[in-house]
């Protein structure tokens, strides 16, 4: 008997194995990789290439030369204005000039006439140093005719200030019919740097204090 017991012992050994057998584990799944992804969309602006911008128009160039100290002589103030022309872009593209002299009203009209002249020949000679020709500069004598501010106040005394203001040359810079410049673009807008500026705390007042004192 004992032989049928070993074998059924056995059977019953290898059943159990098997049943305590681990399951396969599953079979992974192929899973998107970059190259199935859709390609990006590729910009075809290049920033290395610069767009090319037509020139724009070169307008006449309008200024005032003072000579509020009254005279007929450039003083410091005319002579830094005259200076700013120079650097100009209708300057280096100078056709013509128109000068247009100018005078206050406190004098009789014959000598504001022949004042307002003689400022505008001052900058015409001033121009003519500069490589002007005489041909390019024309002299317009308006005396107090053109007055920019009052010359006498509401209540009938000369007005300084406004006199000042009309003794004057006007300059007219004119350029050749279809003068150009390069367009220089757009303006580029400077990024702040830093964090921006919180504001000061509130400070409670203090005790005792008054709120009635004036300004220092």
Avoid: Y
Avoid at 39 to 67: G, H, W
Avoid at 89 to 97: A, C, F
Avoid at 101 to 118: I, K, L, Q, W, Y
Wanted: with cysteine.
């Amino acid at each position: 008997m004992r032989g049928p017991m070993i074998v059924l012992a056995l059977g019953a050994l290898l059943v159990a194995c098997n049943s305590e057998e681990p399951s396969p584990a599953p079979t992974p799944t192929p899973s998107a990789t970059a190259s199935d992804s859709p390609p990006e969309n590729n910009s075809i602006i290049r920033p290395d290439i610069e767009v090319e911008r037509p020139p724009i128009a070169l307008e006449p160039l309008r200024t005032t030369i003072p000579f509020g100290a009254g005279g007929t002589e450039l003083d410091e103030t005319a002579m830094a204005e005259l200076n700013g022309l120079l650097d100009t872009d209708q300057w280096k593209q100078v056709e013509r000039v128109i000068l247009r002299g100018h005078s206050d009203a406190g004098g009789p009209d014959r000598v504001n006439m022949r004042v307002s002249e003689e400022r505008a020949q001052a900058v015409a000679d001033w121009l003519m140093e500069q490589g002007l020709t005489e041909d390019q500069i024309r002299i317009i004598a308006f005396g107090a005719q053109n007055p920019v501010q009052p010359n006498l106040l509401p209540n009938g005394e000369p007005n300084e200030r406004g006199r000042a203001a009309n003794r004057r040359v006007e300059i007219t810079i004119l350029v050749p019919k279809g003068a150009t410049i390069p367009d220089p673009g757009p303006t580029v807008t400077p990024t702040p740097i830093g964090p921006p500026s919180s504001p000061a705390p509130a400070t409670s007042p203090t005790p005792g204090a008054s709120g009635t004192g004036g300004a220092r």
